[in-house]
Each structure stands twice: as structure tokens, then as C-alpha cells.
């Protein structure tokens, strides 16, 4: 995809997000990966309702600034998934209500914040992690990312909003999306016993689509809330 073409789409899907109220005001922000190597991303301060393709900022391959407006400040969080997640093409962050309400919750698990509630959730995402709280900016918030270790190409910023990464940014914004839909069902449900999708109906996704859903660790009172991995 040419570079005018991407800038084209980076404010469309910005857009959409944004009239959707998917991130409110001038919150969040978009990159995608540039060809010939470096980065377009959206200006800090900007809201994705009103993007100028024009003005998406420029980064070079070491992340410095080369056009456009002034870029997001959270660009060590950008680079920090890229750098981890190497087939990433593109970067989706927001502010989305109900991702956000469920980074608060207590009982979450910071290796599988979301249980597998539909095929779609684990075809898109797979399983989101969780970073504890960062003030917007900090640098830790990369730290913590690169700790993951490129194994999930979704994490929730508690107290802040998510962020995913997919080869392009279809995919990420489509992943983003099936993220904020099993939030919103998993509030809608929480405390009503859901059936979760069965240990054998994960396998049989898994194998279906070719799905890496790994597993960090074997608690057998936890079979129910996180895919296994095979």
C-alpha cells in the first residue's frame, strides 16, 4: 500500500472509531508501518474524528520525527509492541469504555483479562494482558510491554484503555473492535455464570484456524478461563 493511500486509511478507520465512540475527545491513537521502513502516526492532541491525512506525523526507522504534526506522545508504547510483536503492521490505541471499566475490575487475570466468551474473540485477539498502571507517557508502560515478550498482540493499560497490534490495520482495528465487544459483553454478564467456550471448543478453533493461544501456566481451576496452548 502506498504511503498516501495508508494515511488515507489511518483517518478513516480513526474516524469511524471515533463517530462510534470508541475513544472520546482527543484520546487515542493510531500507527502503522511504513514500507520502506519507519512509522505514520497520528499527531498528538488530535482528535481521530478529524484528521488531516495531510498532517499525520512521520517517523523515521529509529522513531525520530521527520513530518506532519507533532506525534503521539505514546510512541515508546508503539515502538515497544512493534519491537516485541515483529509481524505487526499497524498499532490501534484507545480509550473505549468498556476495555477500560474491565482493567479496573479486581478479579481480573493479568494473562487473560477477558475469558473466551466467543470464536471471534479468540480468532481476532486470541488473549489480552494486562499493565498495571503507568501515567500516559511513562516510559515503564514500554518496559512492561517489551516484558510480555511479543506474546500477545493485545494489552489493557489499567486504568487507561487498550492497545492492539495486527499485520495491518484492518486487522488491528477489527481486533480492537472484537476487544471492546467482549468487554462490553463480559460486564453484561459478569455475576451471571456465562457459559464460556469449552476447553475442546477452544482446540477445535485452534486447529481449525491455525489460532496460537498460549499458556503461561497450569492452575486446573483455571481450564475454564484460559485456551490452552498446542
Known amino acids: 500500500m502506498t504511503e498516501s493511500k495508508l494515511r488515507e486509511q489511518i483517518c478513516t478507520f480513526a474516524r469511524s472509531l471515533f463517530e462510534r465512540g470508541l475513544t472520546p475527545g482527543s484520546s487515542g491513537n493510531i500507527s502503522a508501518r511504513l514500507p520502506e521502513g519507519g512509522w505514520l ?20 526507522a529509529n522513531a525520530a520525527w521527520i513530518s506532519g504534526d507533532k506525534p503521539t506522545k505514546e510512541i515508546p508504547l508503539h515502538t515497544a509492541l512493534y519491537d516485541t ?62 516484558g510480555l515478550a511479543g506474546k500477545y498482540s493485545a494489552v489493557l493499560l489499567a486504568n487507561h484503555g487498550p492497545v492492539v497490534a495486527g499485520k495491518s490495520l484492518e486487522a488491528a482495528v477489527y481486533a ?10 463480559y460486564l453484561l454478564l459478569r455475576g451471571l455464570n456465562p457459559r464460556a467456550l469449552s476447553s475442546a471448543q477452544i482446540q477445535d478453533l485452534a486447529g481449525t484456524f491455525g489460532l496460537d493461544l498460549h499458556r503461561d501456566h497450569d492452575d486446573p481451576d483455571d481450564h475454564h478461563h484460559q485456551p490452552h496452548h498446542h
Open 85 to 146: 510483536r515483529h509481524g505487526a503492521g499497524a498499532i490501534v490505541h484507545l480509550h473505549s469504555t468498556h476495555s477500560v471499566a474491565v482493567s479496573m475490575l479486581p478479579e481480573i487475570d493479568p494473562r487473560a483479562v477477558l475469558p473466551p466468551l466467543t470464536p471471534y474473540y479468540l480468532m481476532r485477539v486470541g488473549q489480552t494482558a494486562l499493565v498495571p498502571y503507568h501515567r500516559p507517557g511513562d516510559p515503564q508502560v514500554a518496559s512492561a510491554i517489551r
Open 176 to 185: 480492537m473492535e472484537e476487544l471492546e465487544e467482549t468487554a462490553k459483553l
Open 41 to 60: 502516526m497520528t499527531p498528538t492532541d488530535a482528535s481521530m474524528g478529524f484528521l488531516d491525512p495531510a498532517r499525520i506525523s512521520k517517523l523515521d
